[in-house]
């Protein structure tokens, strides 16, 4: 059946920079309409309890307890997540947690949040389970990207939609329970129809998006999905930040004989910091205007950023290929396999975040620095033309490569380092980031920092401030949820 364009909850034509998208707008006031959203699903299995797991069905149980549809947490048998849901309410004897495949059967509505690794053992035998006319759920597009690489279908009698936040899970519940008092906070979503085999696949997967809280939903495909989402994991919003902040805080102590504290205020913190602040509410460009008042640092951030764009072209556009081509998702599923055996290796290991453990906790003064900025936009600069040169709409590109970096995963790293905000990701993310990370870390050591006082060629600046991701940013931001995340 071909997927129908109507919704219930209606569309907002945006203009982004050189093109128009049709948008859904979330909030509270949008509950109302959950109802005809969901017509015919009685019961959502929420298959899984890692990053979006927890999140998601706690969201959704607060949303549509008035409408009598049952969310129920399903688990493989023998699970220690059992416990873990049954804390917060989730318990097989109030009949709201159960085995798997048990729930899936009953299910009309399928979030399969079970880590990638896991989807890719068990995704045959959930979609065996599933009633005809009922609707698979992925909140990534890992699964897709997996079958395509071992040429396997789903199931013509089901839909299958993505509904995908812009945030790791503690992000989504957070803001979620923020926006209780607050209409409209939420971490914005994509959404996609992969398959429509009912007719009602589309208000479905928006249903979804609402009542988990998002304010602002953005249509995809499962397929560009996967792609900018575990490109970004690997570069700007994992990978290149903390490759970033650990090449600039050994920078500023070799070479700057500054000291731990100070180091780790102008590399780590001042990203989480002022620069994440400033991107946050006014723009890329807004780092460039804060910095003129001072012309010695505006010129260091432009020689910087000018250096770091161009050495990170070609490591952005080699991680971009290896997403499309399907080798890294292959890499992903072989890896896991060995984390049975061998664990993870730590992400935050070094003196650095030993220092920034106290630094966080303390007064210490985070300047806007310069050279950190430079290197964190060139990167995310680099991100954003290698996502539009390969045909993603401005939505996706502004979600995936800065406001889910700055509103969602930045506050988790200032709060509790770099190790929760990467560790709390899908396993995909955690290897990516550990794979990647040292990469843009020697290319800001070697490439970047030994030209970051190289001359700035005349159109370079101007070519920064009219890019039309601005634009784009802009009108992305007007959707932007009324508050900060507050991270407990």
């Not at 991100?383 to 930045?410: F, M, P, Y």
């Not at 401030?465 to 940013?473: S, T």
Request: glycine share 10%; aromatic share 8%; with cysteine.
């Amino acid at each position: 059946m071909k997927p129908s364009k109507m919704n219930v909850f209606g569309t907002k034509t945006i203009h982004l920079a050189d093109t128009t998208e049709e948008v859904v707008v979330g909030g509270r006031d949008r509950f109302p309409l959950l109802g005809e959203a969901f017509k015919g699903v009685k019961q959502i299995g929420v298959l899984g309890w890692s990053s979006q797991g927890p999140a998601q069905a706690q969201n959704l149980r607060d949303s549509l307890e008035h409408l009598g549809i049952k969310v129920i947490v399903g688990l493989r048998e023998g699970s220690k997540s059992f416990a873990k849901a049954t804390e917060v309410g989730f318990t097989v004897d109030n009949g709201t947690a159960g085995e798997m495949l048990d729930v899936v059967r009953n299910s009309d509505l399928v979030l399969c949040l079970i880590s990638d690794a896991a989807m890719t053992q068990e995704f045959e035998n959930i979609q065996r389970a599933m009633k005809p006319g009922a609707t698979l759920g992925l909140s990534h597009g890992f699964l897709l990207g997996h079958m395509k690489n071992i040429g396997a279908k789903f199931r013509s009698d089901i839909n299958v939609v993505g509904v995908c936040p812009k945030g790791m899970g503690p992000s989504v519940r957070r803001l979620y329970e923020q926006g209780r008092d607050v209409n409209g906070a939420g971490i914005n979503s994509s959404y996609a129809v992969e398959q429509d085999a009912t007719g009602n696949a589309r208000n479905i997967a928006l249903g979804w998006a609402i009542a988990i809280g998002s304010p602002y939903v953005f249509e995809t495909t499962l397929e560009m999905e996967y792609r900018s989402d575990i490109f970004g994991e690997r570069a700007i919003l994992l990978g290149a930040v903390w490759g970033v902040a650990e090449a600039m805080n050994t920078h500023f102590i070799t070479d700057k004989n500054m000291n731990h504290g100070e180091a780790f205020a102008r590399s780590a913190m001042s990203i989480t910091g002022p620069i994440s602040e400033a991107i946050s509410q006014d723009g890329l460009v807004e780092i460039g205007r804060r910095l003129s008042d001072n012309p010695a640092e505006e010129q260091e951030f432009y020689r910087t950023l000018h250096a770091t764009y161009k050495a990170a072209l070609p490591l952005v556009s080699e991680i971009y290929n290896e997403v499309k081509s399907g080798r890294e998702i292959a890499r992903v599923v072989d890896q896991t396999a060995a984390l049975e055996t061998y664990g993870w290796t730590k992400v935050d290991g070094s003196t650095m975040w030993r220092t920034g453990e106290t630094a966080r906790k303390g007064n210490i003064e985070v300047p806007l620095e310069p050279k950190t900025a430079g290197a964190y936009l060139g990167i995310m600069m680099a991100q954003v033309d290698v996502l539009r040169k390969n045909g993603h709409g401005w939505s996706e590109i502004c979600n995936e490569s800065i406001i889910e970096a700055t509103d969602s995963l930045n506050p988790y790293i200032a709060a509790r380092g770099i190790d929760y905000m990467i560790d709390n990701c899908s396993t995909t993310a955690r290897l990516g980031g550990r794979k990647w990370g040292p990469r843009f870390m020697q290319m800001v050591t070697g490439d970047v920092l030994p030209k970051a006082d190289d001359a700035v060629p005349p159109d370079f600046k101007k070519w920064f401030l009219e890019h039309p991701v601005h634009d784009a940013l802009a009108e992305c931001m007007e959707f932007r949820p009324p508050v900060n995340i507050s991270v407990q």
